[in-house]
């Protein structure tokens, strides 16, 4: 199951970012519950890059509601089907 969590975090040597400026992105990981979901995220985000990890609530993906969401968050729930994990930036804060 995909399950998918809001982050805020700081990017250190994150491409698409600013360095230095706090962001929130969201992460969706492919895990059996909630738990296990949070090792995941947040080996992901370190191993891009982002630093000052305030790892948010995990909830469970309907796989129906999918389609409703825009196209970046969609490509990232997919990608999370096949590599396990994947996230997408959201805003500077």
């Known amino acids: 199951m995909?399950?998918?969590l809001r982050v805020t975090a700081t990017?250190?040597?994150?491409?698409?970012?600013?360095s230095g400026a706090r962001h929130?992105?969201?992460?969706?990981v492919k895990s059996a519950d909630a738990e296990s979901s949070y090792a995941?995220?947040?080996a992901?985000?370190?191993q891009a890059?982002?630093?000052d990890l305030d790892l948010g609530a995990c909830k469970p993906v309907n796989p129906e509601a999918v389609e409703r969401l825009d196209e970046s968050l969609q490509n990232a729930y997919?990608?999370?089907?096949t590599r396990g994990a994947?996230?997408?930036?959201?805003a500077s804060k």
């Open 78 to 81: 997919r990608e999370a089907e």
């Open 24 to 28: 929130s992105l969201v992460v969706f």
């Open 86 to 90: 994947a996230a997408v930036v959201l």
């Open 44 to 46: 992901l985000l370190r």
């Open 11 to 18: 990017a250190a040597e994150v491409d698409e970012a600013d």
């Open 40 to 42: 995941p995220a947040e």
């Open 2 to 4: 995909i399950h998918v």
């Open 49 to 51: 890059g982002w630093t």
